[in-house]
């Protein structure tokens, strides 16, 4: 009996398509595939050292990046060991990054060209499919990299889930509590509350460091470039 969309390919870096095996994967598979580590195995297109600070740029006065470099490929900060991939060739001593990677403006990088996929697999950025030998052709293929999506086990595949934070109260401790407490009240009618002046940012325990916030609630992770195969 035949299993259709299935193929016996290991998950080894390769170049090629001819090379590649990416183990019993079925079509619709998304794989995680860190691009930027297989840059790296590649010669460098070109190397050098930031001279200025500028947020999600790299700046080297020394420059050549235009006709040499392009948008997609792998910039390595050799000094503080992360990844960046180039968003823009501003100018010949300017690129533009999808992130803050050289937040001194005085290290050290490399630059690689973009690794290529084969040809039976695209990167999960929500395009729509234009490949008439693929029984995904016309489909829209999941933008898990854009989103900077965790996948999760369901019962349905495919439905999209924004972050939040789980509802929750504070108690509190009376038997802790000493001093004099201080009762603030509100005259003048209309709606009370506290002022936005009493809010205060979250600050240190004495035990576990300086609280970590930003836009989203998320665990410790590493990103990944996910990518699917198509046929």
């Known amino acids: ?11 080894g870096q390769a170049t090629k398509e001819s090379d590649v095996d990416y183990g019993f ?13 297989l840059a790296r195995t590649q010669t460098p297109l070109i190397s050098g050292t930031a001279t200025t600070n500028t947020t999600d740029k790299l700046v080297d006065s020394g420059g050549g990046f235009s006709g040499v470099v392009n948008v997609g490929d792998i910039v390595w900060n050799d000094t503080d060991s992360v990844y960046a991939t180039v968003t823009a060739v501003d100018s010949d001593t300017s690129l533009s990054l999808d992130w803050d990677a050289f937040p001194d403006g005085n290290e ?12 039976n697999w695209v990167e999960c950025n929500g395009d729509t499919l234009s490949d008439a030998t693929s029984i995904l052709d016309g489909l829209v293929i999941p933008d898990l990299n854009g989103d ?24 509190t ?5 000493s001093g004099s407490l201080t009762v603030y ?6 709606s009370g509350g506290f002022d936005a002046s009493f809010i205060n940012d979250p600050i240190t325990d004495g035990t576990n460091g300086t609280p ?10 590493m990103s990944f470039i996910w990518i699917m195969r198509v046929k």
């Open 1 to 11: 009996m035949a299993i259709v969309g299935f193929d016996r390919v290991t998950i």
């Open 25 to 37: 994967t079925p079509i619709g598979t998304p794989v995680p595939w860190h691009k930027s580590l």
């Open 108 to 119: 050290d990088y490399e630059i690689f060209d973009e690794p290529e996929l084969p040809g």
């Open 148 to 171: 900077a999506r965790f996948l999760r086990g369901g019962t349905t595949a495919g439905i999209e889930e924004a972050d939040q934070f789980q509802g929750h109260y504070h108690g």
């Open 173 to 177: 401790d009376g038997s802790a509590m």
């Open 185 to 190: 009240t509100f005259s003048g009618g209309g």
């Open 212 to 221: 970590r916030t930003g836009a989203e609630t998320r665990p410790i992770n």
